[in-house]
C-alpha cells in the first residue's frame, strides 16, 4: 500500500466531507477551511455515493499513516459514520438502531413506559393537580401557554441573555475579543433554534418562530447555541485545534461523531454557565425587562420533565424501526409529551427529514453520555470545548 502523509490523508478527508454536501445540502454544517478546496469538490460534480462510500473505507485503511493516535481515531470514527451515510445515499436498506450506531458511535434503545408513568406523576405534583390524563394535559397546556414569551419581546429576551451568558462565560473561558454572535428570526424550519458558524469566530444563530418561545427554554436556547454552546465550542476549536495544525477541525459535518459530542455539550451548556440554580438567575433577567417568570415552579416543572427526555427517541425507533405510520408516532408523541396534535406534527417533522431523521439521538444518547463523563472525576466542560473528544473516548475515560 501506497504511504500516505499527513496532509494527505486530512485533505482527503476534506474532500470526502465536502461532497457529501453535494448530495445533500446541508450536510457540511460548518466549513472554514480553504474555500478553493471546497471550490474544486464543488466543480467535480455531484459524486456516485457508492464510490464516495469505498473512498471513505480507503483511507480509513490508510490510517494512522504519520497521524497521532488520537488525531487518526477521530477521523476514522467520523469516516465510518460517512461510510453509512453514502450506503444510505446508495439505497441501501439500514436498520435504524445500526444507522444510529453507525453516526453516533451509540447504542440506542426503547425506554421504560413507567419512567414516562413517574415523569407525569411528577409534573401532576408540580402544577397542583390529579394524575389523570385529561387533566395534566389541560394544566400543563394553561402552563406552557402562559409562559410563552410575547412576540414583540422575544428579541429583547435573546440580546439580554446573550448578553449576560457571554459576560458569565468569559469569567472562565478564554474567547477571542473579535468573536460575535448575530441572532434572527425564521420560520418553516423543522427545528426550534440553528447555529451557523462562519468562521473567524462568527456565528449566525438563528431563531425559529413556528415553535413558541417559552421563558423557561429561552435561556436554554441561547446557551445551546451560543454561550457556552455551539458558538464557544466552534470559537475555541478554530483557535486552538485548527490554529495548532488540526486541519480535520475546519469541517463540521451532519450524523458524524461530531454531532453527539456538540449536542450533549450544548444541552448541558446552561449549568455549566449559571449552575443548577439557573432558572433563578433567569428570574432576575426577566425582571429587569419588566416580565415575569417564577423560578420555583419552573425549576419543579423541569425536574419532571427529564424524565421525559427520551420521548422523541423513542417516537423515532417506533417511526423507523418498528414501521409505525405516522398517525400512530403523532398520537405516541402527544400522549407523552402532553403536547397537540399540531406541534407533535412538527416535532415529526424533524423526524422524517431524510437527513435530519436519526439526528434526535444526538440530544438524548448525547445528554446521557456527556452528562455521566461531567459528573465523574476528570470530566470538565472546558475539555469538551477544548478537545477533540469522540463517545468512545468519554467511555473509555468512565471505565477507567
Known sequence: MTAIDDD????????????????????????????????????????????????????????????????????????????????????EDIGFVDE???????????????????????????????????????????YRRAGEIPADRLGDCVTAFSSALRDEVRKSVDLPVEETVEFEIVSDQPWSGFNYYLGDYRSRVAINTDVPQHFSALPHLV???????????HCRKEKLLVGGGQGEQTIFLV??????????????????AIGPDWPLWAETIYADLGLRFDAHRATAVGEATAGLL?????????????????????????????????RARQMLRFLTSPLWRAYISTYVEGYRLLGEWLDAPGGAFNRLLD??????????ELAH
Open 387 to 396: 478537545e477533540p473528544l469522540t463517545p468512545a473516548l468519554l467511555r473509555a
Open 8 to 91: 494527505e490523508i486530512v485533505t482527503e478527508y476534506l474532500r470526502i466531507g465536502l461532497a457529501f454536501d453535494l448530495l445533500e445540502d446541508g450536510f457540511v454544517d460548518a466549513y472554514t477551511g480553504d474555500p478553493a478546496l471546497r471550490a474544486q469538490v464543488r466543480d467535480e460534480g455531484t459524486p456516485d455515493p457508492v464510490a464516495l462510500g469505498r473512498r471513505a473505507a480507503r483511507l480509513r485503511d490508510q490510517l494512522p499513516g504519520g497521524l497521532p493516535a488520537d488525531r487518526a481515531e477521530f477521523i476514522s470514527s467520523h469516516l465510518r459514520a460517512l461510510e453509512c451515510s453514502a450506503a444510505k445515499f446508495a439505497g
Open 100 to 142: 444510529v450506531r453507525a453516526y453516533f458511535d451509540v447504542d440506542i434503545s426503547a425506554e421504560d413506559p413507567e419512567v414516562y408513568r413517574q415523569a407525569h406523576r411528577k409534573l401532576a405534583d408540580a402544577l397542583g393537580v390529579a394524575d389523570r390524563p385529561e387533566a395534566l394535559r389541560d394544566a400543563y397546556t394553561a
Open 223 to 233: 446557551a445551546h447555541e451560543a454561550y457556552p454552546g455551539h458558538h464557544t465550542e
Open 310 to 342: 427520551a420521548v422523541r427517541q423513542d417516537a423515532a425507533l417506533l417511526l423507523h424501526d418498528r414501521h409505525a405510520d405516522a398517525d400512530e408516532v403523532a398520537a405516541f408523541l402527544s400522549r407523552w409529551l402532553l403536547v397537540g396534535q399540531d
Open 255 to 272: 450524523n458524524t461523531p461530531q454531532c453527539l459530542m456538540a449536542e450533549g455539550l450544548a444541552d448541558h451548556a446552561l449549568r455549566a
